[in-house]
């Protein structure tokens, strides 16, 4: 069982910076793929990046690639989002998931424990 819980959301112009953070409270958080998903109101929940249990590999949705950073702290059982140049289309619910397929993946039905969310607003 692995429980998430994210931080970090908020409110930022346009252009600005946010990092998130998501915390797993089970011990075999090193050996699960991560990832970050956002939804905004009224659409699908889609993935944002994902990175490999040790962190050697990640993968980026394109429109945040060269924008945002994935990265993960596994002594401190710790992910984390770095969002730079950030847009009004960034506005979204933003949660971290983790894996259980033991390397990074995309897609959406791999990740199998969510967080609760994090709220972050872009403002144009």
């Known amino acids: 069982q692995v429980q998430l819980v994210e931080s970090g959301g908020g409110l930022v112009q346009a252009g600005g910076s946010l990092r998130l953070s998501c915390t797993a409270s089970a011990r075999t958080f090193s050996n699960n793929p991560m990832g970050w998903f956002r939804q905004a109101p009224g659409k699908e929940r889609e993935f944002v990046a994902a990175?490999?249990?040790?962190?050697?590999?990640?993968l980026y949705e394109r429109s945040v690639t060269g924008r945002f950073t994935i990265s993960r702290d596994n002594a401190e059982n710790t992910l984390y989002l770095q969002m730079n140049s950030l847009k009004s289309e960034d506005t979204a619910v933003y949660y971290c998931?983790?894996?259980?397929?033991?390397?990074?993946?995309?897609?959406?039905?791999?990740?199998?424990?969510w967080g609760q969310g994090t709220q972050v607003t872009v403002s144009s």
């Open positions: 998931a983790a894996a259980r397929t033991g390397w990074v993946v995309a897609q959406m039905d791999e990740y199998v424990y």
């Open positions: 990175v490999s249990p040790t962190g050697g590999d990640t």
